[in-house]
């Protein structure tokens, strides 16, 4: 920040501001690049991610089979708005889960 205003008086004593602002902007330069590139590469795709979960979540109906978060795999009997009834194992076991718990879905119904 010293050096910032160090360079703001300089350039008000040698009359020269042009100068004085474009060694400013090379200076920032970098910072602005690398926080274009953190975006790019960072927040922009998990944000991508984050979208076609949702909707493989909100597309999911009743017949599909899914993955749970924690591996539970099941049959979709009922989907609530939040909710979802699935059914696993072969002695019908009805477990309630939420739909943020999620994981993928292995078989759409036809």
Same mark, same amino acid.
């Not at 501001?17 to 953190?38: G, Q």
């Not at 539970?72 to 708005?81: A, D, F, L, N, S």
């Not at 979802?84 to 119904?109: C, F, H, M, P």
């Given at each position: 920040?010293? +050096?910032?205003?160090?360079? !703001?008086? $300089?350039?008000? @004593?040698?009359?020269?501001?042009?100068?004085? !602002?474009?060694?400013? /902007?090379?200076? #920032?330069?970098? #910072?602005?690049? !690398?926080?274009? /590139?953190?975006?790019?590469?960072?927040?922009?795709?998990? %944000? %991508? &991610? &984050? =979208?076609?979960?949702?909707?493989?979540?909100?597309?999911?109906?009743?017949? $599909?089979? *899914?993955?749970?978060?924690?591996?539970? /795999?099941?049959?979709? *009997?009922?989907?609530?708005? $939040?909710?979802?009834? *699935?059914?696993?194992?072969? @002695?019908?076991? =009805?477990?309630?889960? &939420? %739909?943020?718990? *999620? =994981?993928?879905?292995?078989?759409?119904? +036809?």
């Amino acid at each position: 920040m010293n +050096e910032i205003i160090r360079m !703001l008086e $300089d350039a008000a @004593d040698t009359g020269t501001p042009t100068a004085s !602002l474009w060694s400013m /902007v090379s200076m #920032f330069a970098p #910072f602005v690049v !690398l926080i274009a /590139v953190f975006y790019f590469f960072m927040i922009r795709p998990q %944000k %991508k &991610q &984050q =979208r076609e979960t949702q909707s493989m979540r909100e597309s999911i109906s009743r017949g $599909d089979v *899914i993955t749970t978060v924690g591996g539970i /795999v099941g049959i979709v *009997i009922m989907v609530k708005e $939040d909710n979802i009834l *699935i059914e696993t194992s072969g @002695d019908k076991t =009805r477990v309630q889960i &939420q %739909k943020w718990a *999620i =994981r993928s879905v292995e078989q759409k119904s +036809e």
